[in-house]
């Protein structure tokens, strides 16, 4: 896994280029990802990275930007 790869997921899920061009941006204030693409993003996480994200691990100020996400990631590999 590397650090396109999640971006370039991320683009897909949340339907916004604006993720290339600001990977801190704060996907749920912004309205990019809401509980369902939640959802949607951990599903996507395991098929792509088969990394296995508990939804009861997923905390929204830790994984509210790209970058936080990236970085969750990688502490999971």
């Known amino acids: ?9 991320l683009v897909e899920l949340c ?5 290339l061009e600001n990977q801190d941006i704060d996907l ?3 309205g990019l990802l809401d509980s369902f693409g939640t959802i ?8 792509r990275f088969n990394i296995s994200v508990p939804i009861t691990d997923f905390n929204r100020e830790e994984w509210n930007t790209p970058n ?10």
């Open 1 to 9: 896994m590397d650090k396109q790869q999640v971006i370039e997921m």
């Open 15 to 19: 339907e916004d280029d604006i993720i």
């Open 28 to 30: 749920f204030e912004e």
């Open 40 to 47: 949607n993003l951990l599903v996507e996480i395991e098929n």
């Open 68 to 77: 936080r996400i990236v970085a969750e990631l990688a502490e999971r590999q």
